[in-house]
C-alpha cells in the first residue's frame, strides 16, 4: 500500500508531461523563418524607384526642377539656401531631366539628362563655384 501512493504520484507526474507537449504546425515554422530571414546583402536594393537630392555647397540659393523628358515636372526644391541639401526625391524610372536654377547675374543655369533606372541614385552637387560637380547616378 505505501508503494502504491507513491507509484501513483509518479504516473501522474509522467501523465501530465505527456499529455502537456504541444507540436508547431509546420505554418508556425515557416512563419518564423520568414521573420527571421535577413535579406541578400549582395542585392540591397528591390525594385526601388530611382531617387535625387541635391546639395548646394556654393554661395548663392539654387531651383532644382525634375522632370520628364516631354516635360512633365516631378519635383521642384526652391531655393535651396547655401550650405543645405535636400531630402531624397522618388520617381519613376524614365528619361530625367534635372536643372538647376541660380536666379543671379552672371551664373549660368544647367541642365543634365540621365536614364534612370530602378535602383539608381543621383546625388547633384553645385561647387563653391556656384556649378555642378561632374557627379553621376550611381546604382544601389
Given at each position: 500500500m505505501k508503494n502504491l501512493l507513491n507509484n501513483t504520484i509518479a504516473c501522474v507526474i509522467v501523465m501530465t508531461a505527456c499529455f502537456n507537449c504541444s507540436v508547431e504546425s509546420i505554418?508556425?515554422?515557416?512563419?518564423?523563418?520568414?521573420?527571421?530571414?535577413?535579406p541578400d546583402p549582395l542585392d540591397p536594393c528591390s525594385n526601388?524607384?530611382?531617387?535625387?537630392?541635391?546639395?548646394?555647397?556654393?554661395?548663392?540659393?539654387?531651383?532644382?526642377?525634375?522632370?520628364?523628358?516631354d516635360g512633365t515636372i516631378l519635383h521642384t526644391v526652391t531655393n535651396l539656401a547655401s550650405g543645405s541639401a535636400s531630402g531624397y526625391l522618388t520617381f519613376a524610372a524614365d528619361d530625367i531631366i534635372f536643372n538647376v536654377s541660380k536666379n543671379t547675374t552672371g551664373i549660368s543655369d544647367e541642365k543634365v539628362v540621365y536614364t534612370?533606372?530602378?535602383c539608381m541614385s543621383f546625388d547633384i552637387e553645385v561647387d563653391l563655384d556656384n556649378y555642378l560637380t561632374n557627379s553621376i547616378p550611381v546604382n544601389l
Open positions: 505554418e508556425n515554422e515557416q512563419l518564423e523563418q520568414s521573420l527571421f530571414e535577413t526601388q524607384d530611382p531617387q535625387a537630392r541635391i546639395t548646394n555647397s556654393g554661395t548663392v540659393a539654387v531651383t532644382l526642377q525634375i522632370a520628364t523628358i534612370m533606372e530602378q
